[in-house]
């Protein structure tokens, strides 16, 4: 049997996506190969733990992902070279709002800019402040490697090339469908080259449609990361899916589904979301798109949920409302003003975020009690030792058929912790994108604190 095969029999004695206890599988590098059984073995036994058993009498002693290993997950869709929109014609705002967001990656098109294109120095200023672009390249035969080659050092900010765009449905590679798909991967071996000569990540090409990833054949030779786009259709982030299950039992539409979709064509290559994102609007009657409110918390939670189910990285789909692509998406409207969502996800990443990953972080001992199956947590450490558990319920906030709000019941929950460490301060966000923060003491050894749909951030300090 081979370690594919373990994988799959393991996986489908029951380890789906309601029963995935994603919080121990967080995996801290940018590119990661699952290429031997005994990280298999142990990434499965891993989700094997429920939730529950945290929340068993003794303490249990956790392992801590660094803090910064989630922001360097993190990026958001942009399109600098659409000469006729605000990303080219309004510079300051874009790079200004990329500053401020925290982000640490964009995803934009690679192409053989006029030499005295602004693109390049506005590649430059992103490198310069650590902002680093997965580019795309188009289906385009006449594209070789020594021109990506040449191209990489005048932007500075290459950090990753990406295979052509939803060539199954877009009709811009030659063909769609079996033609679309076929036209893609002929592409691999190039960008292969190009990859290993700049000693940068290869990602797959994307596909819309889950059965193209089959279609396109075994493809795990020619690259280094695999490619999906992961939508939920107005459904919160850790949806259990919504449509008929694969061979694993794992329901269309969940996390679990796409890792196993991305599988299909790249077997133990791990996956970047290349795109997640959310319809949204001030207010809104149209089935299937948020209120902003919504949204806040559903990007938060993608990018969370994303680290969790081990994404390489998670690109938020896009920064900004501009007419030639659907409207909605943005997390700044057509005019730059800030969605909550904006707000909310550069908070989070701010609050997060630390120095460096260069230091080895540890367990922390400690047991939730109360709550149910719907609350979530990440625990998080930083170079300076405070380890941070992010909570949350994971439930839907929205009817997505009925474009109604849904209650969500907030939980109140217990946090025990050894001797040696207390809570410290609590930072709860809300629907704005802001937070509060107050004093999270302990009373012999015990914190109570409630939680809610919408993050919670409790610093643990040593005392």
């Not at 050092?153 to 199954?168: G, H, L, Q, S």
């Not at 259990?240 to 599988?263: E, F, K, Q, R, T």
Request: glycine fraction near 8%; proline fraction near 6%; charge should be negative.
């Amino acid at each position: 049997m081979n370690d594919l095969s373990l994988l799959r029999k393991l996986k489908s004695a029951g380890f789906s996506c309601q029963s995935f206890d994603s919080s121990h599988n967080a995996r801290y590098s940018r590119i990661g190969r699952l290429s031997s059984i005994t990280a298999l073995t142990i990434a499965v036994a891993l989700c094997a733990i429920p939730l529950g058993s945290l929340h068993a009498q003794t303490l249990v002693a956790e392992q801590a992902a660094p803090a910064q290993a989630l922001i360097n997950t993190s990026g958001v869709v942009t399109h600098l070279t659409y000469t006729d929109t605000a990303y080219y014609t309004n510079w300051p705002g874009v790079f200004n709002a990329l500053q401020a967001l925290g982000v640490k990656h964009i995803r934009d098109g690679y192409g053989n800019y006029p030499a005295n294109s602004p693109l390049w120095s506005r590649h430059q200023q992103l490198n310069n402040i650590g902002i680093t672009t997965d580019y795309v390249v188009t289906y385009d035969k006449s594209i070789t490697a020594q021109a990506i080659e040449q191209f990489a050092p005048k932007v500075t900010d290459m950090e990753a090339i990406e295979a052509a765009n939803e060539c199954d449905v877009s009709g811009l590679c030659g063909g769609t469908g079996t033609t679309g798909i076929a036209n893609a991967v002929s592409m691999l071996p190039m960008l292969h080259t190009a990859a290993q000569y700049l000693h940068v990540p290869l990602i797959g090409p994307s596909f819309v449609n889950p059965g193209s990833y089959a279609t396109a054949g075994n493809i795990a030779s020619n690259i280094d990361l695999n490619n999906l786009h992961i939508y939920f259709g107005g459904r919160n982030p850790g949806s259990a899916g919504w449509g008929a299950p694969d061979a694993l039992g794992n329901a269309y539409g969940c996390w679990n589904y796409w890792y196993d979709v991305s599988w299909t064509d790249a077997p133990f290559i791990s996956p970047v979301a290349t795109e997640s994102g959310y319809m949204s609007f001030p207010t809104t009657a149209t089935t299937y798109t948020l209120p902003e409110s919504v949204q806040t918390a559903y990007v938060q939670r993608t990018m969370l949920l994303a680290f969790m189910h081990g994404y390489q990285e998670t690109f938020i789909y896009q920064l900004m409302d501009e007419p030639t692509s659907p409207a909605g998406y943005g997390l700044l409207r057509p005019d730059m003003t800030q969605k909550p969502a904006f707000i909310g996800l550069s908070n989070m990443l701010h609050l997060l975020s630390d120095t460096d990953t260069s230091f080895a972080p540890g367990k922390l001992s400690f047991r939730i009690s109360g709550g149910d199956s719907k609350l979530n947590h990440l625990l998080f450490q930083k170079k300076d030792g405070t380890y941070w558990l992010v909570l949350w319920v994971e439930a839907p906030s929205w009817d997505p058929a009925t474009a109604r709000p849904l209650s969500v019941a907030p939980e109140n929950i217990g946090i025990a912790l050894d001797s040696t460490y207390t809570t410290s301060k609590n930072y709860q966000f809300n629907s704005s994108g802001s937070y509060y923060t107050f004093d999270q003491p302990m009373n012999n050894g015990w914190a109570s604190l409630t939680v809610t749909d919408q993050i919670s951030v409790i610093k643990i300090v040593a005392k």
